[in-house]
């Protein structure tokens, strides 16, 4: 099970395709992380921040992994149901069953595994440098978006 860390990881796909690989057979897999906001300015902000998958794609990387069976279901407080004025759904988990033996049957080239760090994950117009303005950004938006 993986817990809102997908934002971060460079190449989501190749993660998933790993927890095929190490499942055992009949084994579920687990990934629950934040949703791509619908309303302009949420999605401008959130494209700056980090990594943000649609519900689709999310499915698309677990069934291109092998996994079968795959749900998602939206997740968040009773009292935060269904889409607010600003367009923000809380996220989501995905579930999929491994029913093959061994690695994932996904052949696609998925690149090197080293991380190209000089490079940003989410490269945007304006990316911020420091953690300090990170940070800033972090907290305005969670007040925004908790408070709004």
């Known amino acids: 099970m993986y817990f809102c860390s997908i934002e971060y ?3 989501p796909q190749r993660g998933i395709k790993e927890a095929y690989r190490v499942l055992k057979t009949h084994g579920v897999a687990c990934v629950i992380g ?3 906001p619908t309303f302009w300015l949420s999605r401008f902000f959130a494209d700056m921040w980090m990594l943000f998958p649609k519900e689709e794609e999310y499915k698309d990387w677990f069934e291109s992994a092998g996994f079968e069976d795959v ?3 939206r997740i968040g ?3 935060y149901r269904g889409v607010r004025r600003h367009g923000l759904i809380i996220g989501c988990s995905v579930t999929g069953v ?3 033996h061994g690695d994932s049957p996904l052949q696609v080239q998925l690149g ?3 991380e190209d760090v000089s490079k940003a994950v989410n490269p ?3 990316s911020f440098d420091s953690s300090w303005e990170r940070y800033l950004l972090h ?3 969670l007040c925004l978006f908790t408070c709004g």
Do not use: Y
């Open 34 to 36: 934040p949703v791509h």
């Open 71 to 73: 749900k998602l279901k």
């Open 9 to 11: 990881w460079p190449d």
């Open 98 to 100: 491994k029913r093959g």
């Open 124 to 126: 945007s117009p304006s």
């Open 139 to 141: 907290t305005m938006l």
């Open 77 to 79: 407080p009773k009292w």
């Open 112 to 114: 090197p595994k080293a």
